[in-house]
């Protein structure tokens, strides 16, 4: 399989199971190769041995935050082809501005974009 034809893959970061279900369902009937967890410690152990094309991310979770795990995952020194979607419920400029600055791709509100737009999302950063 060439690259352009090979299946990209998804890791979704999330601590509520049932957001988690919805991203994971959606996600791997557009095509994706989902992963799912639930925190940013259970996230660098998925990306010790392959990373994946996109990491969908929670900020605020248990355990670890998103936060921790872009500064612990440093994406712009060892992954800087892996593209990051910040998916959050919290609209704080201090987090939006540690996100981009550890590397984020995209910061977006989870009440402001549908399933259909999260999709979009995910297309438009790796296609």
Do not use: C
Not at 13 to 30: F, G, N
Not at 51 to 57: E, G, Q, T, V
Not at 61 to 85: A, R, S, T, W
Request: proline share 4%; hydrophobic share 40%.
């Amino acid at each position: 399989m060439t690259e352009t034809n090979r299946i990209k893959s998804i890791l979704v970061v999330e601590d509520e199971p049932e957001l988690a279900e919805i991203y994971r369902v959606l996600l791997s009937q557009s095509g994706y190769d989902v992963t799912v967890v639930h925190n940013g410690k259970d996230a660098l152990a998925a990306t010790q041995s392959e990373s994946p094309d996109l990491i969908l991310l929670d900020l605020r979770m248990p355990v670890m935050d998103g936060v921790e795990f872009l500064e612990k995952y440093d994406l712009k020194k060892n992954h800087p082809d892996v593209k990051v979607v910040v998916f959050s419920n919290y609209d704080l400029q201090d987090e939006i501005d540690s996100a981009y600055r550890l590397g984020a791709d995209r910061y977006v509100l989870k009440a402001w974009a549908s399933p259909k737009e999260l999709l979009q999302i995910v297309k438009d950063s790796i296609g």
